[in-house]
C-alpha cells in the first residue's frame, strides 16, 4: 500500500494522459463518423464507394496495426516530405490519430444506421413547411439521430478508453505504461496492475453513469416533441 501512495502522483499524470487521449479521440471521431456517414448516405457513388472500402478496411483489421502504420508510417512521411528536419510523429498524435480513425469508421456506420431510422415522411413534411436542409437536419433529423445513436457511440466510447492503453507501446506515458513503470521499479506487478484496472473501471463506471442520464435525456426530449 506504501508503494502505491508513493506514486500515485505518477499514475494520476498516466490517467490524465489516458483521458486527455480518449476525450480527443471521441470529439474528433464523432465529427468525422458524421461526415463518413453523411458520405455514406450521398447519392453520389464516386463518394459513396470508396468511404465504404475505407472505413470497412479500417473496421477489418486490429487497431493495433492502425496504431504502427500510422506511428511509423508518419514519422516516414514527414521525412520524405521535408527532409532533413527531424521531424518524427509523436506517441499522442499518432495514437489520436489512429484511434480517431478507427472511433470515426465504427462511429459513421452508427450514424448511417440513425440516419436511416428517421422516416423520410418528416423530412418531406419539414420542407413542405419551407424547412431548408439545415433546419431539417437540426430540428428534426438530429434530435431523432442523437436518440438512436446514443447506445452505440457510448460503446464506442468505452472501447477507446481501453483502445488507450495500446498507445503505450509506442512510448505514450498514458496510465499503462506509468503502471508498468511502477511495477518495474517496485517489483510489484500485481499491485500495480490491480491500480490500473480499478481506474479503468472507474472511468468505465462513470461514463455509464453518464451515458444513461444522456439516454434518459434523449427519450425524454423525444416524449416532449410528440
Same mark, same amino acid.
Given at each position: 500500500?506504501?508503494?502505491?501512495?508513493?506514486?500515485?502522483?505518477?499514475?494520476?499524470?498516466?490517467?490524465?494522459?489516458?483521458?486527455?487521449?480518449?476525450?480527443?479521440?471521441?470529439?474528433?471521431?464523432?465529427?468525422?463518423?458524421?461526415? +463518413?456517414?453523411?458520405?455514406?448516405?450521398?447519392?453520389?457513388?464516386?463518394?459513396?464507394?470508396?468511404?465504404?472500402?475505407?472505413?470497412?478496411?479500417?473496421?477489418?483489421?486490429?487497431?493495433?496495426?492502425?496504431?504502427?502504420?500510422?506511428?511509423?508510417?508518419?514519422?516516414?512521411l514527414?521525412?520524405?516530405?521535408?527532409?532533413?528536419?527531424?521531424?518524427?510523429?509523436?506517441?499522442?498524435?499518432?495514437?489520436?490519430?489512429?484511434?480517431?480513425?478507427?472511433?470515426?469508421?465504427y462511429?459513421?456506420?452508427?450514424f448511417?444506421?440513425?440516419?436511416?431510422?428517421?422516416p423520410?415522411?418528416?423530412?418531406?413534411?419539414?420542407?413542405?413547411?419551407?424547412?431548408?436542409?439545415?433546419?431539417?437536419?437540426r430540428?428534426?433529423?438530429?434530435?431523432?439521430?442523437?436518440r438512436?445513436?446514443?447506445?452505440?457511440?457510448?460503446?464506442?466510447?468505452?472501447?477507446?478508453?481501453?483502445d488507450?492503453?495500446?498507445?503505450?507501446?509506442?512510448?505514450?506515458?498514458?496510465?499503462m505504461?506509468?503502471?508498468?513503470?511502477?511495477?518495474?521499479?517496485?517489483?510489484?506487478?500485481?499491485?500495480?496492475? +490491480?491500480?490500473?484496472?480499478?481506474?479503468?473501471?472507474?472511468?468505465?463506471?462513470?461514463?455509464?453513469?453518464?451515458?444513461?442520464?444522456?439516454?434518459?435525456?434523449?427519450?425524454?426530449?423525444?416524449?416532449?416533441?410528440?
Open positions: 500500500m506504501d508503494s502505491v501512495i508513493e506514486y500515485l502522483p505518477l499514475l494520476l499524470q498516466g490517467l490524465r494522459t489516458t483521458l486527455l487521449l480518449a476525450v480527443s479521440t471521441a470529439v474528433l471521431g464523432l465529427a468525422l463518423g458524421m461526415l +463518413l456517414a453523411l458520405a455514406k448516405l450521398s447519392r453520389h457513388g464516386w463518394l459513396r464507394a470508396p468511404v465504404f472500402a475505407i472505413t470497412n478496411f479500417l473496421r477489418g483489421i486490429p487497431e493495433f496495426l492502425v496504431l504502427l502504420v500510422i506511428y511509423f508510417g508518419g514519422t516516414q514527414l521525412g520524405a516530405l521535408l527532409p532533413g528536419a527531424g521531424l518524427e510523429m509523436g506517441p499522442f498524435a499518432a495514437g489520436l490519430t489512429a484511434l480517431t480513425l478507427v472511433f470515426g469508421a462511429a459513421s456506420e452508427t448511417r444506421a440513425a440516419f436511416l431510422s428517421v423520410k415522411g418528416q423530412i418531406e413534411a419539414g420542407r413542405a413547411y419551407g424547412f431548408n436542409a439545415w433546419q431539417c437536419f430540428h428534426i433529423q438530429l434530435p431523432q439521430i442523437w438512436v445513436a446514443i447506445p452505440g457511440l457510448g460503446n464506442l466510447w468505452q472501447g477507446s478508453v481501453k488507450t492503453a495500446l498507445v503505450s507501446i509506442v512510448g505514450l506515458d498514458d496510465l505504461r506509468k503502471s508498468s513503470q511502477a511495477a518495474q521499479s517496485t517489483r510489484e506487478p500485481f499491485t500495480f496492475y +490491480l491500480v490500473a484496472s480499478l481506474m479503468f473501471l472507474v472511468i468505465t463506471v462513470v461514463s455509464m453513469w453518464i451515458i444513461a442520464a444522456l439516454e434518459r435525456r434523449a427519450s425524454r426530449g423525444m416524449t416532449e416533441m410528440r
